[in-house]
């Protein structure tokens, strides 16, 4: 009798084991499974309308005699997220990271290239503003540094106040002493540079010594005419 209590135990035991096995098996399934599936669908987008994107193609298997197709360039990204290409025509580009951007060249252009090796980087929009030797706005990628970007403006004027240097964003200022950036060389995005962002310099003032002691021979003769006439009235 005993010893059937024990079986009956027993038996109790490796039911209520068996059970507690097959639910921590189901809740892992349901909780890690969708996110191993999400972590390996998951694209950074790095394409914006409005920006470009540059493209490098080395065409790995193609014969010396074969004419090379130049595909090497910097495309704008119109405003339904879009470039156009060469042979293939629109490739919508927003919503892609460089890397997917890459594989999805590489499949389109393989009826027409040899074993393609095809590189993408985005590229921002900045407006150099004030006094620069080229003011105006440019395409660069936000890995550049701040030296890069204002070499593209030919550098900034003789009499430009780089203290002044300051990041606009929306109309505001967004960012002010760019200095110690421009002279460390850090890249835009790590300074938080943004496409679409103005950076402004003002210039310092033009007048030189001589200038200033000119202004100050002219006004000190003004004031001695003015008592001379007004002594000579008296």
């Not at 360039?73 to 919508?92: A, E, F, R, T």
């Not at 009499?159 to 110690?180: A, F």
Request: proline share 3%.
């Amino acid at each position: 009798m005993r010893y059937s209590c024990m079986n009956a135990e027993e038996k109790r035991f490796t039911w209520l084991l068996t059970i507690f096995v097959f639910l921590v098996v189901t809740c892992v399934t349901v909780n890690i499974s969708p996110v191993s599936g999400a972590t390996k669908n998951v694209s950074k987008n790095e394409f914006y309308t409005g920006d470009a994107v540059r493209i490098n193609v080395i065409e790995i298997g193609r014969s010396s005699e074969w004419e090379a197709l130049n595909l090497n360039g910097d495309y704008k990204i119109n405003s339904l997220g879009y470039i156009m290409l060469p042979l293939i025509g629109n490739v919508k580009v927003v919503g892609h990271d460089r890397i997917s951007l890459a594989k999805h060249l590489v499949e389109l252009y393989s009826p027409y290239l040899k074993e393609p090796y095809i590189t993408t980087m985005p590229l921002i929009r900045v407006a150099l503003m004030g006094a620069f030797n080229k003011p105006g706005s440019y395409r660069i990628s936000p890995e550049s540094s701040l030296w890069e970007l204002i070499e593209m403006a030919e550098g900034p004027k003789e009499n430009c106040d780089l203290n002044s240097m300051q990041v606009e964003r929306s109309g505001k200022v967004y960012l002010k002493n760019l200095l110690e950036q421009f002279e460390r060389g850090h890249s835009l995005q790590d300074i938080g540079i943004r496409s679409g962002d103005q950076i402004v310099a003002k210039g310092k003032s033009n007048l030189g010594f001589r200038e200033i002691m000119n202004y100050t021979y002219f006004v000190m003769t003004a004031i001695s005419l003015y008592f001379s006439i007004r002594n000579y009235s008296n």
